[in-house]
Structures are given as C-alpha cells and as structure tokens.
C-alpha cells in the first residue's frame, strides 16, 4: 500500500487527503525535528536570542518536564524526577529552526539552602528579564493544588511585560471529570485577560494536541485559542 501511495502524485495526494480526514481538526504540530540544544546555569551561555521561544514554568514537581515530553511526543527529552529542586539549569530545545521551548528550572523547593534559590532567581529571573525572543510562558500547574503565590506571581509578571500564558493544569488523570472541570473554572476565573487555561495530563493525554496548538500560538505569538500581537498591558 505504501509503494502504490508513493507512486505517483496523485496517489500521494490520495495519501495525504485520507491522512487529513482521520485528523479532521487539524494536523497537529509532532515537531519531528526536536532537538536537545544546550544546559545553561549562566545567561552567557543562553544562545543566540533571536526566532521565537516558549518558556515551560512551573513549581517543582508540578510535572513539567512530563509535559514537555507529551507536548514532544518524546519519551524523556526532559528529564523526569521524583527528587524536586534539584535541577538547576535552564535547559533550550530546538523545535524547529528558529523555534525553541525553554525549560525553566521548578520553583517552590520549601528545603534547597538559600544560596540555590538566588541562583534560581538570579538564573531564572534574569533570563525572564533579558530575553527579547520570549513569546510566552506554558505555566505547569498541578490540577489537584491549582495556583499558588508564586504561579500567581509568575504570570502577573509576565502580564505586565506583555508575554502570554497558558496554563496546563496537569495531572487531570487523578481527578474525577467533575473535580477537574471545577478546577479549571476556578483557575480561570482569576487569570489575567492575556492569560489561558486547560486540563492536562502526560498519562491519559488528555489535552496534549490543545497543548501542542496552545504552543503554537504563543510561538506564534497569538492567544491561545484567540487571535492577535503580543499582549500589552
Ligand atoms: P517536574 O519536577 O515538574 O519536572 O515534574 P515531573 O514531570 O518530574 O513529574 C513529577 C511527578 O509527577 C513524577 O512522579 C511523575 O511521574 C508524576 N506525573 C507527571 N505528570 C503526570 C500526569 O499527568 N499524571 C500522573 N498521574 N502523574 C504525573
């Protein structure tokens, strides 16, 4: 069947269309090109800040780097762990030439000494602060906890500077249908106009091809699920 599809253009354009009516949505972004591209613990190791990036933020443990595997369709591109806080550095990946997704080192760690949480705000805040070819920020937010200070710190942040967020609450396989859709209505009852939200979870999937659209948006830099320039205000 595949070497008759391939042989001849209109047997691929035959290909192509029954492809299209089995994703009668979209075809959804599977980045087949991602790629690892560099660690950096000091902003002089960040590369070149030009194209456009998504920064992945969120408390340790939240199931980041989870996401950022779902999003990927990559079995371990970010390093899951069950020991939170320890990773340090600001990790770059390449999604396509010119596109990148930033994973932001967890924070919330109640135990770390002091001297790491100033690393971190040094790492992390001055890469928020210096970073020209930031577009917005996926926001993990495990669902069973939903936001705290410091989620809500992060996105005031990012609404004042005019980067959008989108909010994946995470981990919706632990809830009933019923908990997690009060979750989400709560969470998005006190975000901030620029700002998105939806359920999330690395295991069942749910919310993976919104996720991956949510990511395209903001590297488009477009509202989730809206339309539009960067965010003022
Ligand atoms: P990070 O510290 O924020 O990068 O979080 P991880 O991705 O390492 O996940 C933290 C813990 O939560 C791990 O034990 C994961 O297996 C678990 N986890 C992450 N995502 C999910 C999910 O969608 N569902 C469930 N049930 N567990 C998850």
């Given at each position: 069947m595949w070497s008759r599809a391939h042989s001849g253009a209109r047997a691929s354009g035959e290909l192509y269309t029954t492809l299209k009516q089995l994703s009668p949505t979209r075809t959804v972004s599977?980045?087949?090109?991602?790629?690892?591209?560099?660690?950096a613990n000091h902003a002089p190791q960040f590369p070149?800040?030009?194209g456009a990036e998504v920064a992945v933020a969120g408390r340790s443990n939240s199931g980041k780097s989870s996401a950022i595997n779902a999003l990927t369709q990559r079995r371990s591109l970010a390093r899951t762990s069950?020991?939170?806080?320890?990773?340090?550095?600001?990790?770059?990946?390449?999604?396509?030439?010119?596109?990148?997704?930033?994973?932001?080192?967890?924070?919330g760690f109640a135990k770390v000494p002091a001297h790491v949480r100033d690393h971190w705000q040094e790492l992390v805040g001055g890469y928020l602060e210096m970073r020209n070819s930031l577009m917005g920020l996926l926001l993990i937010v495990d669902a069973r906890r939903g936001l705290n200070d410091d989620d809500r710190g992060l996105m005031g942040w990012a609404n004042v500077r005019g980067r959008r967020v989108h909010v994946l609450l995470s981990k919706s396989d632990k809830l009933s249908r019923q908990q997690a859709q009060r979750v989400l209505a709560?969470?998005?009852?006190?975000?901030?106009?620029?700002?998105?939200?939806?359920?999330?979870s690395a295991v069942s999937k749910e919310g993976v091809e919104e996720g991956q659209r949510a990511l395209d948006a903001l590297l488009a830099n477009k509202k989730p699920g809206g339309s539009g320039g960067r965010a003022t205000g």
């Open positions: 599977a980045y087949p090109a991602v790629r690892f591209l560099l660690s070149a800040d030009d069950k020991t939170p806080g320890q990773t340090q550095l600001i990790n770059f990946f390449e999604l396509a030439p010119d596109r990148r997704l930033v994973d932001l080192p967890g924070y709560s969470v998005r009852s006190e975000l901030p106009t620029q700002a998105s939200a939806q359920l999330f």
